[in-house]
């Protein structure tokens, strides 16, 4: 979530809080300044997290994977989110195993 943060905060702060609009009093660069320093927040923290990552022998080399293997599962994994967010069914925090 963090790393789309700072494109979130800045819709927020354009569109509905009308950031930089005339009559309101807010400058829009301000706005920017702001969300820019959110997003250097969010690439150090993405860049922390990927070598925390690597380091824990979580991140694989995606060459060892053929281009077929991965189109089908970012298609699953695509499907799964979608049916997932029409129909959330079967979703728990605790599941007791049998």
Known sequence: MLVTAPFVLLLLDLWPLAAGAPGTGRA???ARRREAAAAGAQ???SVVTYFAQRSGDAV????????AVRLSNALDASLAYITRTLWPARLAFYYPTR
């Open 28 to 30: 829009p660069g301000r």
């Open 43 to 45: 690439r150090a923290s």
């Open 60 to 67: 694989q080399d995606w060459l060892g994977y053929t281009f």
